[in-house]
C-alpha cells in the first residue's frame, strides 16, 4: 500500500499529512549546510532525530497515523483494492548501545476505496473468492529502534522471522528535514526454503529542521509518505496468488 501518515504527541490533535509513494524523497529539494544542533552525519544523531520525528526520546506517547490505498500488482498493472487505515500509540525511551527501546499498539482496519464505510469483506478479484478482513490489533509489543532499523520482539510459534533495515541519510534544505526510514522483513516455515511471507516497507518523515535539530526538544512534529510491499497475506485470501 502507499499512504499518507502523521504524527503527534498526545494529547495534541492537530493534522497531518504527506504523500503517496515516492513523493517525499522525490520533491526535497539539495541538501544544504544544517543549523548548528543534532549532527545528521552521524548515525546515533540521525537516529534521534528520526525518534523525535516518528514519536519522542523523552519517553511521551505519541500517536500516528496512516490512510493509504492497498494495491494487487501482476505484470506491472495495480489493480486497487481497499484502503488501509492504522492507528498506532508509542513511547521510546534511550536504551543501550545508542538506541531507543519502547512499546507500540496498532489497530488496522480497511475501507471501502470511495468513502469512509469500514470494509470487513474482501472479493479478491484475481480468484473471484471473497474473504473477511476483520480489524487487526498488534500489541502493546516491546521494539528497539537503532540505527540498523526497528527490531521486534522473536516471533512466537515455529515459524522463524529474519528482519533488517536502515535509516537516512537525511536530505535538508534550509528550513526542512526529510529521513527516510526502511524494514524488510521474511518470515519461514519449518523445513520451507523459500519465505512464506515478505514484507518490504520505506516510509519518509518531514519536518521543521530548527525543532529536529534542537538538542533541547524530544519530539517535532511530522510528516510523510510511505510504500509498502509484501507478499503473501492469507488473511485477505492473497496468500499464492502471483504477484497479488
Known sequence: PAGRTGRGPLPRR???????????????????AAPPGLDLARPADLLAALVKLRAATDGSLAIEWLKGVQYGVVDAVLTPFFTLNSVTL?????????????????????????????LDEFRNPYTGRTHRIPPVRTGPVPVVLGTGGLRRPPRRGTQRREAEGGIGPAVTSATRVWIPFETRTRLYAPEVPRPVFVYNETSTYAGQLAQVLDPAAGRADSAGGKVEGQRGTPGEGLGGQRGA
Not at 513511547?91 to 469512509?116: C, D, I, K, M
Request: charged share 15%; no cysteine.
Open 14 to 32: 492537530q493534522p497531518r499529512g504527506r504523500g503517496g509513494a515516492g513523493a517525499a524523497p522525490a520533491a526535497a529539494p539539495a541538501a544544504v
Open 90 to 118: 508509542s513511547w521510546y525511551r534511550p536504551a543501550a548501545a545508542g538506541s531507543f527501546q519502547g512499546r507500540r499498539l496498532e489497530v488496522v482496519w480497511h475501507g471501502v476505496l470511495s468513502g469512509n464505510r469500514p
